[in-house]
């Protein structure tokens, strides 16, 4: 089992998670990679703050800022697309171009244009054009929509953006099968195998763009977009992962920041030890929620009494299907990684809990285990061909990229299990070994944990959710006390964001941000409803 942070909103029907609010990947450690792998192994948070970049254009970089977008029809109706140009190495502009899919949809109203807003659902590895063309530009508030052209662009190796390609259908299938809680030196060997494989697959398909994934150049990158567009400063949305892409460019640009909104909020001043632990908290206590509302009901397939019992009746079956895997109805069988990565993928939402009741009842007493796979399939942007898409290997691309490893070795990974597993009992053993993926990666990690303060930025909006499984909600309160100008806006409830999920006073909150340039009074807090 690996783990992103991708945000799921509301779409678990039937194959893919991401609905309604849109998808926010963020990091998780499963097939794939703690999506928010992580910082230096060492400390716990980082003192070091981000430097800004020069106010002036360096002249090298000038065609790049001075480049004019070719609009065209792309198949959508509403919407055009265009190619940028960007250095594929910032700190070399003349070694050649990387080429990035940009999307809009011009303002649909009357009122006074406001210019652009880009939108970036998560990750890293999730598709803002996908984005932007599903749900955003048709599901954001009409009144945001008819005042900005709403705008993405696919992060360098993600989706239409030079993807990064790792492992073919069969090898990414036996990957996400791998056993994530190693019985003994056999199975611990053939986990560091599977990571291995990974990484050499990534770097043999997609070795010349792996060394320039950073979420710093995918900043930088934004920034060419903005002056391509002709804006003064950017308005963005940016959820999950796209939080700390977001602010990133408010750290390198503090001067060009207009209206940001950075919604289920990373810290990223965290270790990626810290950082993978917290989140490990964050799904138990996603589940524990989960698990309180299924005990109430006749049919819960996790009995009755107490969510502890639920949780320790779930890891049974865990461990049940680890020794005898239970037919997936598609000729793959159900173990123990994929049932784990299908529940986990439902803790996005609570809207997916009925789902997950339904497949947990399915798999647990009639021995069927395609519930649960087709959680796990969107989870991992399985289609029902066999092949993925590019999600996973950008995940782990740029995670692996951003920082170092949280472990290097499996001794490391055992000496930190009973901390996983304080944080979580039905969660920890697995998040731990999963949080193993970059030791093995080719490319040497270029960042490091640091605080962002942006000083001299706009007000920025920074939202957190009390009970989000993927980005918890001290995240949020972190970023926000290091941003100068950060406003806090509490969520008390469930699920992965809040934008667009149902709170009112959430959404009325963010609108005025948007429209009037309001910021939240500092501290403000909503509910559901």
Request: charged share 25%; aromatic share 8%.
């Amino acid at each position: 089992m690996r783990t992103k942070g991708f945000r799921r909103a509301r779409r678990l029907r039937t194959r893919r998670l991401r609905t309604t609010p849109a998808t926010a990947l963020l990091s998780l450690p499963l097939a794939a990679g703690l999506l928010i792998s992580g910082c230096s192994a060492g400390g716990s948070t980082a003192d070091a703050s981000m430097a800004a970049l020069p106010r002036s254009t360096p002249r090298e970089l000038s065609a790049y800022y001075e480049q004019q977008l070719s609009w065209r029809e792309c198949g959508v109706p509403g919407f055009q697309c265009a190619t940028m140009k960007a250095p594929l190495d910032y700190a070399d502009p003349g070694s050649g171009d990387i080429e990035l899919a940009v999307a809009r949809k011009k303002a649909t109203g009357k009122g006074k244009p406001l210019g652009s807003l880009l939108v970036n659902p998560g990750g890293p590895g999730g598709s803002a054009v996908g984005y932007l063309q599903s749900y955003a530009a048709l599901g954001y508030p009409e009144e945001v929509r008819a005042r900005y052209d709403m705008v993405a662009v696919d992060p360098r190796g993600v989706a239409r953006s030079e993807p990064v390609t790792c492992l073919d259908g069969k090898q990414m299938d036996a990957y996400t099968q791998t056993d994530m809680t190693p019985d003994d030196a056999r199975e611990t060997a053939e986990l560091t195998r599977s990571f291995k494989e990974f990484a050499a697959g990534c770097e043999k398909r997609s070795a010349k763009i792996l060394p320039h994934v950073s979420t710093v150049e995918a900043a930088r990158d934004m920034d060419v977009l903005r002056a391509a567009l002709g804006d003064d400063r950017l308005a963005y949305v940016g959820a999950s992962y796209g939080t700390f892409l977001g602010a990133t460019y408010a750290g390198l640009y503090p001067d060009r920041v207009g209206r940001l909104v950075l919604d289920g909020a990373m810290d990223p001043a965290l270790s990626a030890r810290r950082m993978n632990r917290d989140q490990t908290a964050g799904f138990e206590t996603a589940f524990r929620s989960f698990a309180a509302d299924c005990v109430k009901r006749a049919d819960c397939p996790l009995g009755g009494g107490s969510a502890a019992d639920a949780g320790t009746r779930l890891k049974a079956f865990f461990k049940d299907v680890d020794r005898k895997p239970v037919p997936g109805g598609d000729g793959r069988e159900l173990g123990e990684s994929l049932a784990t990565t299908g529940v986990i993928a439902a803790m996005y939402d609570e809207a997916a809990w009925p789902q997950l009741r339904d497949a947990l009842a399915a798999a647990m007493r009639d021995k069927d285990g395609a519930g649960l796979l087709a959680l796990s399939d969107s989870y991992y942007e399985r289609d029902g061909d066999g092949s993925y898409g590019n999600l996973m290997y950008a995940n782990a691309a740029v995670n692996c990229l951003d920082l170092a490893p949280s472990f290097t070795s499996p001794d490391e990974v055992r000496a930190a299990l009973p901390e996983f597993e304080k944080a979580s009992p039905v969660f920890g053993e697995g998040l731990a070994w999963a949080s193993l993926n970059c030791a093995y990666w080719k490319v040497k990690p270029t960042g490091e944990a640091h605080r962002i303060e942006a000083d001299g930025a706009a007000p920025i909006t920074v939202v957190g959710t009390t009970r989000d499984p993927a980005t918890p909600y001290r995240w949020a309160r972190s970023l926000a006390a290091q941003l100068s100008s950060g406003k806090l806006l509490t969520y008390e409830g469930d699920g992965h964001t809040a934008y667009g999920r149902g709170s009112e006073c959430v959404d009325s909150t963010i609108n005025t941000y948007l429209l009037k340039g309001t910021p939240p009074a500092d501290g403000k807090r909503c509910s559901q409803g």
